[in-house]
């Protein structure tokens, strides 16, 4: 692949990340004594960052539910990408021709790059699984803008890893075997172990121990990382994504961009969630993490 499309895949995420950071920064910063009804740029703003119970009733414009859309649409993507990327990998059939324009991984083969895609389609499923038999949506809705940029976001994840297979390697692929890969799988599932009971917890608060739902209020969390954090599975997606960036050596600029983009993105959700909380519960602990312990607090 040409170093200009590996800048431009840098630039998107790096935009990414950014923009995130400012917006952020910008709900710090307008936090206290905003009239958002006087507001017309706060109020759009509000509209593009919230989604869910942190909308509360700013819901102006074209919203849209169904969040496990965004999940399945995953799933369904990098099993294409994974069909062609192993078929290009151990059985010589090239790829399609827009996505070799992509990559020349057509002869080239990176253990790494197989192992992140697989990770990813994993993490994939199992959010999916959780999204349809674990968690309990209430009435949160999403903008119709962060629902185009959610699908944008997965078409874009699943290019991103295809383009580094363009990293040429003359070593058989099990000479390619490291203990990064060793290192980044154990932190994988670290990670996703504590995301899915944090997703759980949050899931029981509404449901009867037989599993059966009784309510859709939402209530405190308690338990595995809520007691360091106030959103446990934000601080897991990050590691998650880190663990990619690991299993695929720890050296990849590009993989490093989409993690710092997740960690603006999963920071700005958690400060949104705990801004809720504390609205919603007097008794909510004042000296609660946000998003990474010991680091971020209200």
Same mark, same amino acid.
């Given at each position: 692949?040409?170093?200009?499309?590996?800048? !431009?895949?840098?630039?998107?995420?790096?935009?990414?990340?950014?923009?995130?950071?400012?917006?952020?920064?910008?709900?710090?910063?307008?936090?206290?004594?905003?009239?958002?009804?006087?507001?017309?740029?706060?109020?759009? !703003? &509000?509209?593009?960052?919230?989604?869910?119970?942190?909308?509360?009733?700013? /819901? /102006?414009?074209?919203?849209?539910?169904? !969040? @496990?859309?965004?999940? =399945?649409?995953?799933? $369904?993507?990098?099993?294409?990408?994974?069909? %062609?990327?192993?078929?290009?990998?151990?059985?010589?059939?090239?790829? *399609?021709?827009?996505?070799?324009?992509?990559?020349?991984?057509?002869?080239?083969?990176?253990?790494?790059?197989?192992?992140?895609?697989?990770?990813?389609?994993?993490?994939?499923?199992?959010?999916?699984?959780?999204?349809?038999?674990?968690?309990?949506? @209430?009435?949160?809705?999403?903008?119709?803008?962060?629902?185009?940029?959610? =699908?944008?976001?997965?078409?874009? #994840?699943? #290019?991103?890893?295809?383009?580094?297979?363009?990293?040429?390697?003359? &070593?058989? /692929?099990?000479?390619?075997?490291?203990?990064?890969?060793?290192?980044?799988?154990?932190?994988?599932?670290?990670?996703?172990?504590?995301?899915? /009971?944090?997703?759980?917890?949050?899931?029981?608060?509404?449901? &009867?121990?037989?599993?059966?739902?009784?309510?859709? %209020?939402?209530?405190? *969390?308690?338990?595995?990382?809520?007691?360091?954090? @106030?959103?446990?599975?934000?601080?897991?997606?990050?590691? $998650?994504?880190?663990?990619?960036?690991?299993?695929?050596?720890?050296?990849?600029?590009?993989?490093?961009?989409?993690? #710092?983009?997740?960690?603006?993105?999963?920071?700005?959700?958690?400060?949104?969630?705990? &801004?809720?909380?504390?609205?919603?519960?007097?008794?909510? *602990?004042?000296?609660?993490?946000?998003?990474? *312990?010991?680091?971020?607090?209200?």
């Amino acid at each position: 692949m040409s170093f200009t499309c590996w800048a !431009f895949i840098d630039f998107i995420w790096l935009f990414l990340a950014l923009a995130f950071a400012f917006s952020l920064c910008i709900l710090k910063l307008s936090r206290a004594n905003v009239n958002y009804s006087n507001s017309k740029i706060l109020c759009i !703003f &509000e509209d593009l960052i919230r989604y869910g119970k942190t909308k509360n009733d700013l /819901r /102006r414009g074209a919203f849209l539910r169904g !969040f @496990s859309i965004f999940i =399945l649409f995953s799933v $369904i993507w990098n099993s294409f990408l994974i069909r %062609h990327h192993i078929n290009a990998v151990f059985f010589g059939v090239p790829y *399609p021709i827009w996505l070799s324009d992509l990559s020349n991984a057509l002869t080239n083969f990176c253990l790494s790059v197989l192992l992140i895609h697989l990770l990813l389609w994993v993490h994939s499923i199992r959010r999916l699984y959780e999204c349809l038999f674990i968690s309990v949506f @209430s009435d949160g809705v999403i903008h119709i803008v962060q629902y185009c940029f959610g =699908l944008a976001y997965y078409i874009l #994840l699943g #290019l991103t890893v295809i383009s580094t297979s363009s990293i040429s390697s003359t &070593e058989n /692929r099990y000479a390619q075997i490291h203990f990064s890969h060793f290192l980044g799988i154990t932190m994988f599932i670290w990670a996703s172990v504590h995301q899915n /009971r944090c997703l759980t917890i949050l899931a029981n608060l509404r449901k &009867e121990n037989n599993g059966k739902v009784i309510n859709m %209020h939402h209530s405190i *969390p308690v338990g595995d990382w809520f007691s360091l954090i @106030s959103s446990p599975h934000y601080f897991a997606e990050l590691l $998650i994504y880190i663990s990619l960036s690991l299993t695929l050596g720890g050296w990849n600029l590009t993989w490093w961009l989409v993690v #710092l983009y997740v960690l603006f993105n999963q920071a700005l959700a958690a400060a949104l969630c705990q &801004e809720f909380y504390h609205k919603k519960f007097d008794s909510y *602990p004042n000296v609660s993490k946000v998003f990474l *312990p010991a680091v971020c607090k209200k």
